[in-house]
């Protein structure tokens, strides 16, 4: 298993995190963006060190879908829509779409971290520690540190924070 953290940069008042491996090595970094059809306080983008850049927002919500969030994944090989599972949103993060004919699932473990499912298989795990620890990124070895797989554990993960937020307001309500 390969390992990356999420490490904060501040540089000329442009704040960005960047993707560090092993050996210290930075990978890419995430910044915010502005896409057209997303809510611009939640659209990223992640710009590898040897690759194309990467953006992710989520879809802005009408009334008619205020339950379910869209993503919208936007690459150099073109648009993907992922998409929250309805009914099984309300009780654990829960993210399908595809890439390459590749069918990905990203949802909530058991432990409170974020997963990533490619075709059945778990290649990805990311964990958020207590307090001031880090996020770590967890991957199997096979899996290329530039490829769009990555890049989507690494900008979901933004989007998983704003479900739990979300999701925290609303058990304050009900309880």
Do not use: H
Request: glycine share 6%; proline share 1%; with cysteine.
């Amino acid at each position: 298993m390969k390992q990356y953290k999420f490490k904060v940069s501040l540089k000329d008042d442009l704040a960005s995190i960047l993707m560090i491996n092993e050996q210290g090595e930075k990978v890419g970094d995430i910044q915010r963006d502005v896409m057209r059809k997303c809510d611009d306080q939640f659209t990223y983008t992640y710009t590898p060190v040897k690759a194309d850049k990467v953006t992710m927002g989520m879809k802005t919500r009408k009334l008619r879908d205020l339950n379910i969030a869209k993503y919208i994944l936007v690459t150099s090989e073109g648009t993907t829509i992922f998409k929250e599972r309805a009914g099984s949103n309300l009780l654990r993060f829960r993210v399908d779409g595809k890439i390459s004919d590749n069918f990905i699932s990203i949802e909530e473990n058991k432990d409170g971290g974020m997963e990533l499912i490619l075709d059945n298989v778990s290649i990805i795990t990311v964990t958020d520690g207590p307090g001031n620890e880090k996020t770590v990124i967890e991957m199997v070895d096979d899996i290329d540190e530039y490829s769009i797989v990555f890049a989507v554990s690494a900008l979901m993960f933004f989007m998983y924070k704003l479900y739990k937020r979300e999701s925290w307001y609303i058990e304050e309500m009900l309880t």
